[in-house]
């Protein structure tokens, strides 16, 4: 049983998956299923704020993402700024923290701007925290962790960089949001079995839920499925039940 039975899990990631085939299963275009799947990220945030969830990362768009066509990376983009824009009164009604985890510097300038004006406006919001994993991957952060880390330890070690001997404690300072605690469950929409790149550090002992429902026809109750799943699991952490 999990540690404690029933609990809700502090931090949920989904990856959310599945937006092209819901659309093409009914015929059409790929950029319908995300402005569907957009539709699904704000029923599920509001039932996770509600079922007292206090951090929920979203897989938004990948690094590998940059591989689809410009037409739709350029929707998507598009979407995000609706939505970050669109739900500022929600944010504010339920003290939503928008975050982000990713590399911002490879984002267009005027989603990054968007993103930060959200983080900013929000940022004293004492309710569910939200972080959007945008232009995120699990390797480029530990990467981009890893370097900082180096840059940092180098310029104050008296050996210089020779003497350089990189700890937990140092990479995990600098990944993307530090404070953030690691995710207890990890959910994946659409049936695959893969991380894709997502929370490669954070998610080393997180609990894993597939649902074999594309993104967009995801609800709160699909939440709630996946949380009591959650709640049976054992989670031993590499020790043994005593
Ligand atoms: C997830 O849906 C959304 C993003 C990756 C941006 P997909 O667009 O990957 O949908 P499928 O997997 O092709 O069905
Ligand atoms: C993972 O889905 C990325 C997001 C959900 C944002 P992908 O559709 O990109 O993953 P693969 O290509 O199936 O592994
Ligand atoms: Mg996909």
Redesign the pocket.
């Known amino acids: 049983m999990n540690t404690e039975t029933g609990s809700v899990p502090a931090h949920v990631g989904i990856?959310?998956?599945g937006n092209g085939r819901w659309a093409r299963g009914r015929g059409m275009v790929r950029t319908q299923g995300h402005l569907e799947g957009l539709k699904a990220a704000k029923r599920v945030v509001k039932a996770a704020s509600d079922m007292g969830i206090s951090y929920l990362t979203l897989?938004?768009?990948?690094t590998?993402?940059w591989k689809r066509t410009a037409e739709e990376v350029g929707f998507i983009m598009g979407l995000v700024k609706q939505y970050l824009r669109g739900e500022l009164d929600f944010y504010r009604e339920n003290r939503v923290r928008i975050r982000h985890a990713g590399d911002s510097e490879g984002l267009p300038p005027d989603i990054r701007r968007e993103i930060e004006d959200a983080c900013e406006d929000t940022r004293n919001f004492t309710g569910m925290q939200v972080i959007l994993a945008l232009n995120y991957g699990g390797r480029d952060e530990i990467i981009r962790a890893v370097n900082r880390a180096w840059m940092f330890k180098s310029s104050g070690s008296p050996g210089g960089a020779g003497n350089l001997r990189l700890r937990e404690g140092d990479i995990r300072q600098y990944l993307d949001n530090p404070d953030v605690p690691d995710p207890d469950l990890i959910v994946r929409t659409a049936g695959?079995f893969?991380t894709?790149n997502f929370l490669l550090w954070e998610g080393a002992y997180a609990e894993y839920y597939i649902s074999g429902k594309f993104w967009p026809d995801w609800t709160g109750e699909d939440l709630a499925l996946a949380l009591q799943s959650y709640g049976k699991r054992e989670r031993r952490f590499g020790g043994i039940r005593v």
């Open positions: 990856i959310m998956d897989y938004t768009f990948s590998e993402n695959e893969r894709s």
